[in-house]
């Protein structure tokens, strides 16, 4: 009866999966994801539909993988001590490979661990006899020093299997999964009806949505043979467990083989040599550009014999990702990482770029950076003279490339990113203004003595002014952006990464192009590079040994993503721009109109346009008001009522969903205060630090605002849109930053620098400064020389 029930539960847990595997590949419709539910738990599946026989070109492409193989080395299964299985890892793969296949894909998983867990089990036993035996025949409590036999590995594999098979079956069971163990040998590949009968058993096990657990047969397997074979599609022996994944996911027509090992990926030399670089992406033929380490602490092969196995896989049609599933701050995570197209491990690709990768970009950035900086300032300046020029002179090719941005964008983006992206005649002129003034200013800019101290005898110390290195300035739909960040860069002596918004592909090619030829005047081509690859922005800010700073140019959520993206390199900008502006009580009807209009509806896109308008609340049923209120309505502003504005109003605008909100269209909240410093409480607790104004006609309310508001820019009587580089007479400006280090506020060509120190002695050392030496320190401060500046 019991046996029937559990026959019963098994076909019923198999139609039931059946049911859900067929709901999900129902067609989707408006472009919705659907969204499955397996035992009270949401899931999405993916569109999921590839031909097989080709390896995928770009990693982001893995997405779109549907049968996946993983790979669990040795070294990822197994515990430090190489006996017994590292748990919580094993739990975090399950995790993972779970996930996906409650996506909809096909997961399948090629393990070791057999050998490790039978030799955990074994010594247990054979310390448990070794005890029993000793106390009998000494008939003392104390035990001597027992000796451990050296365990054969088919003997640990054969007593191993069925406890590493029930632990998967175990975590699995945990996700309503259901796994099936599968041993093979290499005869099972090269007998040809063994090999019809495993294909066979796995399609059908695939099918039913169970995942294959699938391990070489270690108890039987002959021992390892020289590495003569991977030379071809249809030449591997299955010797360990990276010849199986491999020739198990050709054979299967698999869309993506990850192996995970116990190091990053692959490295063009030993990992923990000096010079050891993580490769990126490895291309068939690189191999001979390697050099070799050994293998991993535990396991049948190293990192060579995994390369091979990757190539054949590849050539079969597979794209391989090799990665590391022992680090603990990336094993959770790694695997779904690498199917969503993440910057993870090595990816095996068969398709070149055309360019240089960006990590060879960001190379050419810092040399070419450190090339420039080294340029006397007017051949700095010269530079960028010529790039003003070039925007003027090749006015027409550049605004027939954004025209073309615009035609592509249209209808994809909204009405202000649409106004970002367009250029005209009046923007590329004030561009080149902006420029010369940037040339201008960048005479007395890098290697400016800061100060001068004389700290003993023939002992002078100078402190400088340097560039930070290289930039990588991230921006939305803004191809003006790229000319003014270039001219900062250039006049600032810094290696410069561009990363612009594909829908400003067409201008920002050709604005790059001009860029560079005005860099070839004094040959420093490369320091300016647009990184035209498919790297996702997360990626970049993974470039902690390229890139020294990143500034994004774009929406509040793109700087957020950005700022929690960044592993290590410092990120300069802001991530909302909340612009308040407070009318006093004693606010003068003629000036607070013109300001309120200009400050919203000049530019609403802009991250220094009014968002909120704080009004003192004797101003309420004024005449003053009421113009206020008649202005906004004649520019269509929508208009949202603080909570305590909406309850003096009988018929209230729409209340505000939140007082933090940057609306960048022509939208506005309005809030009422009592007084200044109930303004001020206001802007410190619900803005961005960003830009605030105060209008009044009172001084001394007015430098108290101004004194008290701690924000990058504080104004009175001035439009919010005034906080700008341009406007300032910086030139330009990278972006405007309210970080409180470093630079604050509009960020032009001084934000770029950074110092360092000179000393310039004459065979000095700090013993003979000591209680008893001949030398006292002077510590005399010098006047710092005048550069002639033309």
């Not at 296949?101 to 030799?119: C, H, P, Y």
């Not at 790694?334 to 190379?363: M, R, Y």
């Not at 729409?654 to 007082?659: A, G, R, T």
């Not at 030139?731 to 309210?738: D, K, L, Q, R």
Request: hydrophobic share 40%; with cysteine.
């Amino acid at each position: 009866m019991s046996e029937r029930k559990i026959v019963g539960g098994l076909v019923n847990d198999f139609f039931l999966r059946q049911s859900l595997r067929l709901d999900s590949q129902q067609p989707q419709t408006s472009g919705l994801k659907h969204v499955r539910s397996w035992s009270n738990i949401p899931f999405i599946t993916v569109p999921l539909s590839r031909a097989h026989g080709k390896s995928f070109a770009h990693r982001s492409e893995l997405k779109h993988a549907k049968r996946i193989v993983v790979k669990l080395g040795s070294a990822v299964v197994t515990r430090g001590d190489e006996c017994g299985l590292a748990l919580g890892r094993l739990a975090s793969i399950v995790e993972q490979v779970s996930v996906l296949q409650n996506q909809g894909r096909e997961m399948m998983l090629v393990t070791s661990g057999a050998v490790a867990f039978g030799k955990q089990r074994l010594r247990h036993e054979i310390l448990l006899s070794q005890s029993v035996r000793q106390a009998l025949h000494s008939g003392q409590n104390q035990l001597k020093e027992m000796a451990i036999p050296v365990l054969e590995a088919r003997a640990c594999a054969a007593a191993g299997q069925s406890g590493l098979m029930a632990l998967y079956e175990a975590m699995f069971t945990q996700y309503s999964i259901c796994a099936a163990q599968i041993l093979v040998t290499n005869l099972d590949f090269h007998d040809e009806q063994k090999r019809r009968n495993l294909n066979g058993t796995l399609h059908e096990l695939l099918r039913m949505n169970i995942v294959p657990i699938i391990n070489t047969n270690d108890a039987v397997v002959p021992p390892a043979e020289p590495n003569s074979d991977l030379q071809g599609v249809n030449v591997i022996s299955v010797k360990d467990n990276d010849s199986l994944a491999a020739r198990l996911a050709v054979e299967m027509k698999t869309d993506l083989l990850i192996v995970l090992s116990d190091v990053e990926g692959l490295f063009d030399s030993p990992p923990g040599s000096d010079d050891a670089k993580l490769i990126d992406i490895f291309y068939p033929g690189d191999q001979q550009s390697v050099t070799f380490g050994t293998k991993s602490r535990v396991g049948m092969g190293g990192m060579e014999a995994k390369v091979k196995a990757a190539l054949w896989a590849l050539q079969g049609g597979t794209s391989v990702v090799i990665a590391n599933g022992t680090h603990p701050k990336v094993s959770g995570h790694v695997i779904t990482d690498i199917v969503e197209g993440k910057k993870v491990g090595t990816f095996f690709s068969e398709v070149k770029p055309a360019g240089p990768t960006v990590e060879q970009q960001g190379e050419m950035a810092r040399s070419g950076g450190r090339m420039l900086a080294t340029l006397e300032p007017e051949q700095r300046a010269e530079i960028i003279h010529h790039l003003a020029d070039l925007l003027t002179d090749q006015r027409d090719e550049i605004l027939l490339a954004n025209k073309k941005d615009m035609e592509e964008a249209e209808g994809r983006l909204a009405a202000p990113l649409l106004k970002r992206l367009s250029l005209s005649t009046s923007k590329l002129n004030s561009l080149a203004i902006g420029l010369r003034q940037i040339a201008s200013s960048s005479q007395d800019s890098v290697g400016r003595v800061l100060r001068r101290t004389r700290i003993a005898k023939n002992l002078e110390l100078e402190q400088v002014t340097v560039p930070i290195g290289v930039l990588l300035v991230i921006f939305e739909s803004r191809p003006d952006c790229l000319p003014q960040v270039a001219a900062l860069a250039i006049a600032s002596g810094n290696g410069l990464l561009l990363k612009g918004g594909k829908e400003a592909t067409h201008s920002n090619r050709i604005l790059h192009l001009l860029t560079q030829e005005a860099l070839s005047i004094h040959g420093v081509k490369e320091a300016v590079q647009l990184v035209n690859t498919r790297e996702e922005v997360e990626d970049l800010c993974r470039l902690d040994k390229m890139i020294d700073l990143i500034i994004p140019r774009g929406s509040s959520q793109l700087v957020r993503d950005i700022q929690k993206a960044a592993k290590g390199i410092p990120v300069m900008g802001h991530s909302e721009g909340i612009c308040h502006m407070y009318v006093d009580s004693e606010a003068s009807v003629d000036k607070v109109t013109r300001l309120v209009r200009d400050s919203k509806c000049e530019y609403p896109a802009a991250c220094n346009a009014l968002e909120t308008l704080l009004i003192h609340r004797d101003l309420l049923r004024t005449p003053l008001f009421d113009q206020i209120i008649d202005m906004l309505r004649v520019e269509q502003v929508k208009i949202h009522a603080g909570p305590k504005f909406a309850s003096y109003l009988t018929f209230s605008p729409s209340e505000v969903k939140s007082l933090r909100t940057e609306y960048g269209d022509l939208e506005l909240c309005i809030e009422v205060v009592d007084n200044v410093q109930e303004a001020i409480d206001h802007i410190h607790k619900y803005g961005s630090s960003h830009t605030d104004v105060i209008v009044t006609e009172n001084e001394k309310t007015a430098e108290f605002f101004l004194q008290h508001v701690d924000s990058a820019c504080v104004f009175w009587n001035a439009s919010t849109r005034f906080s700008d580089g341009y406007r300032f007479g910086l030139g330009a400006e990278v972006g405007i930053s309210t970080s409180r280090i470093h630079a604050r506020g509009p960020v032009g060509l001084e934000g770029l620098l950074t110092t360092k120190w000179l000393l310039r002695g004459q065979d000095h050392v700090v013993s003979d400064f000591s209680e008893h030496g001949s030398l006292k320190y002077l510590h005399e401060n010098l006047p710092i020389p005048q550069r002639n500046v033309n």
